[in-house]
């Protein structure tokens, strides 16, 4: 079971983020609940996102201890670090989040994916250079699955978002931190 939580602020593309885990966890046939929580400031304000992937039933959608933690910023980091379960993974913006951790019970990985983006043109797509290198660091999906699955969501209405979505991706997924 793939107990999430994506955090960061409003406007990083946390819900979207979050979508596409839960998509391509419908569409692999996996039991799935997604739970956006955002701040009334919206854009600017903090919001973070629930997402599990489950072979079983699911009890509850929340996700207190996540096994896998994206943290987009340094106020997340300060507050949802501690309670990344033992063993999880959690993988940061180090592009906007100077602090690593000391804990030596869980997988800390950081990609500088904000930075990544900018100079690739891709300003915004940070969000997706994250799921990219989560694919890669927790084999959660197929590359190509994970990838189709993303463009064809979005093609549709926003074709030329696709293209950078699926450029975004690539980055992520072939960063070697």
């Known amino acids: 079971m793939y107990k999430i939580l994506l955090a960061g602020f409003g406007g990083q593309g946390i819900l979207f983020a979050g979508k596409q885990l839960a998509t391509a966890g419908m569409k692999a046939d996996k039991n799935v609940t997604w739970l956006p929580s955002y701040g009334p400031e919206m854009r600017g304000g903090t919001c973070n996102c629930s997402v599990i ?52 019970d869980i ?19 940070a969000n997706v250079v994250i ?4 694919i890669k660091a927790s084999k959660m999906f197929d590359y ?17 978002l696709a293209e950078a979505n699926e450029k975004a991706l690539v980055l992520g997924y072939n960063y070697e931190g």
């Open 131 to 134: 799921l990219g290198y989560l």
């Open 53 to 104: 992937v489950s072979d079983t039933e699911i009890g509850s959608p929340l996700v207190d201890n996540p096994n896998i933690f994206l943290c987009f910023n340094l106020p997340s980091y300060y507050k949802f670090e501690s309670k990344v379960e033992k063993d999880g993974i959690m993988i940061c913006d180090s592009s906007l989040i100077s602090e690593k951790s000391k804990r030596t």
């Open 107 to 125: 997988k800390a990985l950081y990609i500088p994916a904000t930075e990544l983006a900018d100079k690739a043109g891709l300003s915004g797509k």
């Open 144 to 160: 190509d699955f994970f990838k189709q699955l993303m463009v064809d969501s979005i093609k549709e209405k926003k074709p030329a």
